[in-house]
């Protein structure tokens, strides 16, 4: 199963790392990513592939805690999800 994760907030060091750690940690692997800084916001996106590891909710309060602990805001969309949402 494919999940959407996105993560927004001030930048500062370490957001990468921590966010993939918690992924790494959780048997997550990261297909996709793209990230970007506009005027000291950061922003980043990334397609995951969750396999048999993990739901998209038990992942979401997983990225939850790592956000607070990271100053960012985490969210996770099952990838059909955020495919139709985002198409005409």
Do not use: P, W, Y
């Amino acid at each position: 199963m494919k999940a959407i994760v996105s993560v927004i907030g001030k930048d500062k060091s370490g957001i990468i790392a921590k966010v993939s750690t918690a992924l790494a940690d959780s048997g997550v692997n990261i297909e996709d990513i793209s990230q970007t800084i506009v005027q000291g916001n950061f922003t980043m996106m990334m397609v995951c592939d969750l396999g048999e590891n993990i739901s998209v909710a038990e992942l979401s309060d997983v990225l939850d805690k790592t956000g607070k602990e990271a100053g960012v805001v985490i969210r996770v969309q099952h990838e059909d999800i955020f495919n139709a949402m985002h198409s005409l």
